[in-house]
């Protein structure tokens, strides 16, 4: 009772002032607001913004965890010293290298969602919760915390506050800042070495002169699209033992993920399923071109067209892009007619811009981006369906 | 014709305190409150000032912009007050009832022979009129233009609405009477809306266009209904009518008295003996409220209406207008420590993000005026399609409205809906929106530009 009243008298104080957002912040993340309604329905359903968010965040934790335990196993695997999987020294190279990105992610991230609140005199809006999470999941586990900070920084006020704030922006902020972080620093970010920890730094010590072996920190698509088999089993990319993004790797617990925001309908199964089926549609038809000859195995697409149809799914970011961010309703297609279209076109391009990039061999992150812009587009035609009905039935009426 | 009406999309909100089917007298209340924003866009030409003696359905007030259309007293008594809000606007009449109730004799209405203008011209004089509601808009209706159908719910799925079939019971002529009388006035016909497993006194009037609806709220409202059996197009008029005003225009025309009795439910769960009361309109809450559990001054909220489309009211508050409803519910001015992340049990909800409802679709809950989260951006999508059944967009009709796109609202169904028809949605908005208030303002905004 006693912390109850004590920030109750706070909020009256602080009541008009500039820290108010700042304060209702934080007080509104001990208790749910004494709020009622006033004008409309007298009752209101449980959901609100902050319990939407947190499911979503619950879904991805998971995924966090077993990134941090990936993360040493990983790095010892490539240093000749393989330990393992759950195991203490595995999950303490997680520690240091992956709470850390989570930190800055979030610190950075929530401090200019604060200074907008106050400057522009809102409520801090709850959407940074989810964002904070995604980006240490997207990023590899190298990233220096200063390329983070910059561009969280620049996610956050150009991918989302230009726009007023969460629920106006049209990009997706923590896909923002993946491609702040791809297009400013490309040799950091599509090199070989920085998805496992350690080898940019061997890498580094070897240019210096050295006498140490080169570590690989390669993922299977970068080896893929230099036409190497790196060797991983089905069973490995499925449970997530290979070096990627943070997060990325393991798709049954991104599936378990996805199951369980489809469950608790906070996710759009539409789009997931949507995209899933576009995906596997662009797969096949890669297959087919190498099955008839089209290609042969001088092609420098060989290697990624050639890739079972199916095991797009497991490998790189698809499956965590479909099912964090492709739903992000914000930036989604509206309407559930468009939810179809807008996934479908997602797994499709995924994998289309997968094969032909040469720089960069994942394409989840631009294929979102890049139907994050069409969404409206899309959703403008499937509402037009529902006008011309209506013109219809006055013409049918007046005729 | 298909007569059968099914909605699949909809939300049942089951709480505590339904009303047990028995009528009592309500104490016969001392004041008669009349407040001019129930009839909404109406500016009223004030006839009795304090102090002026009036009978029951004499007039108070005319509007302004149609002088026919009077307003009448409920009970015949004195003014004794006449509240003025901003700019002189009249927010309340009061009117002190006589012990001994007078009527005014608007003499018996020769339904036989009269035709559609005398009926008109009958009700609008008799202060019967502004019981017919048009769309486009959701007003009291324009009597100079002619409204292609008629249509009336008789079943109400509202959360603890008061039950038709039960309010309505032995009102067959009066409710024939109101029906042929309307019928004279439209050239269209007269739908109404009986669920599917009810008893209800309407279904066997004669002139009508009978349809049986089934399925959760809002398959009762009349918008579904006119939605599924006709839509409104562009420069197109439709009438409704709620079931039980029907009862006091048919008690007009057949035995010239204005009677605004009314049986209403009192019901939520903090009413210790919900049942039913035969009162007035305009009457005190309190003849009601006080002495069936509801303590003086516990921290309750009285709803004159439904706790979807109800009007907050005072203790010292009057039973509305239109409404036959009167709920009473705990306010939820109060804190919950991490309430916004952990599991919920006994709040409703659609979604299953640690909310628990889903496990227990037939428990009745007992549900405060918390908000139960801030007021936010649209963020979720395709949440609200799940309780919205109209052939209509929700979330982009609510934006056209929010940025006044006048050629946006008309094309996504404007002219089709009406503030109720968003209660479901609103209750179910995880950003907490205030949609009815955003369809009433985006409404009156056509008004005002198209008219």
Same mark, same amino acid.
């Given at each position: ?50 319990? =939407? ?15 941090? !335990? ?119 970010? /599509? ?31 970068? +080896?893929?699209?230099?036409?190497? $088999?790196?060797?991983? /089993? ?33 996710? /759009? ?23 008839? +000859?089209?290609?042969? @195995? ?8 050639? =890739? ?15 099912? !964090? ?75 | 014709?298909? &007569? ?19 009528? @009592? ?5 001392? =004041?008669? =409150? ?26 108070? !007030? ?8 009077? !307003? ?37 209405? +020769? ?23 048009q769309r ?10 002619s409204p292609k159908a008629i249509f009336i /719910? ?28 309307l019928g004279?006035m439209t050239e269209g016909q007269i739908h109404v ?15 009508i266009t ?12 009349v918008?579904?209904l006119i939605?599924?059996v006709d839509p409104i197009?562009?420069?197109e008029v439709v009438w409704t009518?709620?079931?039980? %005003?029907?009862?006091? #225009? ?46 003086? %001054? ?27 409803? #009167? ?6 001015? $109060? ?10 049990? &006994? ?49 982009? #009709? ?6 006044? %796109? ?14 109720? $028809? ?30």
């Open positions: 009772m006693g912390l109850k009243s004590t920030l109750h008298n706070l909020k009256e104080k602080y009541k008009g002032t500039k820290m108010a957002p700042a304060f209702n912040a934080i007080h509104t993340f001990l208790y749910l607001p004494n709020e009622t309604t006033h004008n409309g329905t007298h009752i209101k359903a449980a959901d609100d913004l902050k319990r =939407t968010m947190n499911t979503v965040i619950m879904a991805m934790v998971p995924c966090l965890i077993f990134g941090m !335990f990936n993360a040493g196993y990983q790095h010892y695997a490539a240093f000749g010293t393989p330990v393992e999987f759950l195991s203490w020294d595995a999950f303490y190279i997680g520690l240091i290298k992956v709470l850390p990105l989570v930190i800055v992610s979030y610190g950075v991230g929530l401090a200019i969602e604060f200074l907008f609140a106050v400057i522009k005199k809102h409520e801090v809006e709850e959407g940074y919760l989810v964002t904070g999470m995604l980006v240490p999941l997207i990023v590899p586990v190298d990233t220096p915390l200063w390329m983070l900070a910059v561009a969280v920084a620049f996610g956050v006020v150009i991918g989302k506050e230009v726009f007023g704030g969460t629920g106006m922006n049209i990009l997706n902020p923590a896909l923002t800042i993946r491609a702040f972080l791809f297009f400013a620093y490309p040799t950091w970010m /599509s090199g070989d070495k920085v998805w496992v920890h350690g080898a940019v730094e061997r890498a580094n010590k070897i240019a210096e002169g050295a006498n140490l072996d080169a570590i690989s920190g390669e993922t299977i698509l970068g +080896g893929l699209a230099q036409g190497k $088999d790196l060797g991983y /089993s089905v069973a490995d990319m499925f449970f997530g033992f290979i070096p990627g993004s943070v997060g990325e790797t393991s798709t049954i617990l991104i599936l378990l993920g996805g199951l369980f925001l489809i469950f608790t309908k906070i996710g /759009s199964w539409r789009i997931m399923l949507s995209s899933v089926m576009g995906a596997l549609a662009m797969g096949l038809i890669f297959n087919g071109v190498v099955d008839a +000859g089209w290609i042969t @195995e001088s092609s420098k697409f060989y290697g990624l067209m050639s =890739t079972v149809w199916w095991h797009h799914l497991i490998i790189g970011g698809f499956a965590f892009g479909t099912v !964090f961010m492709a739903t992000d309703p914000v930036t989604a297609s509206q309407t559930n007619k468009g939810k179809w279209i807008y996934g479908f076109l997602i797994g499709f391009i995924s994998i289309l811009i997968r094969v032909f990039n040469p720089a960069y061999p994942e394409g989840v992150m631009l294929a979102i981006l890049l139907m994050n812009v069409f969404a409206p587009t899309i959703d403008h035609y499937v509402v037009q369906g529902n006008v011309k009905k209506r013109m219809k039935r006055l013409k049918v009426k007046t005729a | 014709m298909s &007569n059968d009406i099914k909605i699949k999309k909809g939300l049942d909100i089951k709480l505590k305190g339904a009303a047990e089917k028995a009528t @009592e007298n309500a104490i016969i209340s001392n =004041t008669c =409150t009349i407040r001019p924003e129930d009839f909404h866009g109406v500016t009223p030409k004030l006839i009795a000032k304090v102090g002026a003696k009036l009978k029951a359905g004499e007039t108070i !007030f005319y509007n302004k912009d149609v002088e026919d259309m009077k !307003f009448v007293s409920p009970v015949s008594g004195e003014v004794v007050e006449v509240n003025r809000g901003e700019r002189r606007r009249i927010m309340s009449i009061k009117i002190q009832a006589d012990k001994d109730q007078q009527y005014q004799d608007k003499g018996k209405f +020769g339904l036989d022979s009269a035709d559609g203008n005398a009926v008109k011209e009958h009700l609008l004089a008799s202060g019967c009129w502004p019981f017919i509601k486009p808009y959701d007003v009291i209706a324009n009597p100079s233009k /719910s008789g079943y109400a799925s509202a959360p603890l609405a008061a039950d038709l079939d039960y309010v309505l019971q032995g009102k067959e002529t009066e409710l024939q009477a109101a029906i042929t009388a004279k809306s009986v669920g599917k497993n009810a008893n209800s006194p309407l279904a066997g009037l004669n002139g009978l349809h049986t609806v089934s399925g959760p709220h809002p398959s009762g409202n918008g579904t939605n599924r197009n562009k420069g009518v709620n079931a039980q %005003d029907l009862v006091i #225009i048919g008690e007009l025309l057949l035995t010239g008295k204005f009677n605004a009795e009314r049986i209403v439910a009192l019901v939520g769960s903090s009413v210790k003996k919900p049942r039913y009361f035969k009162t007035k309109i305009g009457s005190e809450v309190a003849t009601m409220v006080y002495d069936n559990g509801v303590d003086k %001054d516990s921290n309750d909220r009285i709803i004159s209406g439904n706790v979807l489309t109800g009007k907050q009211v005072k203790p010292d508050g009057a039973l509305d207008y239109y409404n036959n409803t #009167i709920t009473v519910i705990p306010e939820g001015d $109060d804190y919950e420590f991490f309430g916004w992340n952990k599991p919920v049990f &006994n709040k409703i909800s659609t979604s299953r993000a640690l909310t628990f409802s889903w496990l227990t679709p037939n428990k009745k809950y007992e549900l405060d005026t918390n908000t139960n989260g801030e007021h936010r951006a649209f963020v979720l999508t395709g949440n609200y399609e799940e309780v919205f059944p109209l052939d209509i967009y929700p979330l982009q #009709i609510l934006k056209a409205c929010m940025y006044n %796109d006048l050629d946006e609202m008309e094309a996504l169904g404007m002219y089709e809906v009406a503030p109720e $028809d968003f209660a479901l949605t609103e209750f179910i908005c995880v950003s907490k929106q205030p949609h009815q208030d955003i369809i009433r303002k985006g409404l009156d905004v056509m008004i005002k530009e198209i008219g």
